[in-house]
């Protein structure tokens, strides 16, 4: 597979792994993909889950990555978050750690949308520099805009100001970052620096 993604949703929920309960105290969740090889959802119960839980779906195919994550009602948003997301069995298994962070409602779940990942433009690398550091950004790739706006979106991200506008979606796995917009998309890989994005807006 391509990438390993992790799902942030802007706007969602603050990522933060303090306060995880112990390895024992997690419960596993697997929820099957529906869907072909091009395209798959899985619907994810929240009720009854905890902080520290674990989110396996099982993938209809090893070319799908992350495309969006939707609560059955808007005011979840404030109630789930992640704090931790990979790639198992060769790319057959998305896996998410859960942090439950507010009130879940009987019925509420969330549903996570796979695909193929669209074509992309390759756009190189990118280095530039902040408060003196060099900072690079490595495989730079773009769609629905430039290479010289998308590594604009990049450095802004990186740089602690957002990707610039509203509606920004971010995905981060292991240091691969992607960023969504309506038809417009920006993917790349930390180079020397840890941190990802900052949020949309």
């Known amino acids: 597979m391509r990438g390993r993604w992790i799902a942030a949703l802007a706007g969602a929920v603050a990522i933060a792994a303090a306060g995880l309960p112990a390895a024992a105290q997690a419960a596993?969740?697997?929820?099957?993909?529906?869907?072909?090889?091009?395209?798959?959802?899985?619907?994810?119960?929240?009720?009854?889950?905890?902080?520290?839980?674990?989110?396996?779906?099982?993938?209809?195919?090893?070319?799908?990555?992350?495309?969006?994550?939707?609560?059955?009602e808007p005011s979840l948003?404030?109630?789930?978050?992640?704090?931790?997301?990979?790639?198992?069995?060769?790319?057959?298994?998305?896996?998410?750690?859960?942090?439950?962070?507010?009130?879940?409602?009987?019925g509420a779940s969330i549903a996570m949308t796979f695909a193929v990942p669209p074509r992309m433009r390759d756009c190189g690398n990118l280095r530039f520099r902040i408060a003196g550091a060099t900072i690079r950004l490595r495989d730079v790739q773009a769609r629905g805009l430039g290479c010289k706006p998308a590594k604009r979106?990049?450095?802004?991200?990186?740089?602690?100001?957002?990707?610039?506008?509203?509606?920004?979606?971010?995905?981060?796995?292991?240091g691969h970052v992607t960023l969504q917009r309506r038809g417009q998309r920006v993917a790349f890989t930390l180079g020397n620096v840890r941190q990802s994005c900052a949020p949309s807006g």
């Open 28 to 72: 596993d969740h697997t929820v099957q993909c529906q869907g072909g090889a091009d395209r798959c959802v899985a619907t994810v119960p929240l009720e009854g889950t905890a902080t520290g839980d674990r989110i396996i779906v099982e993938l209809t195919d090893t070319d799908l990555e992350i495309q969006s994550i939707v609560p059955s």
């Open 77 to 106: 948003t404030a109630s789930y978050g992640f704090a931790g997301f990979s790639m198992q069995m060769g790319g057959s298994e998305f896996v998410a750690d859960l942090i439950i962070t507010g009130p879940i409602p009987a």
């Open 153 to 174: 979106v990049a450095r802004r991200c990186v740089s602690g100001r957002g990707p610039g506008g509203t509606g920004w979606t971010i995905f981060d796995v292991d």
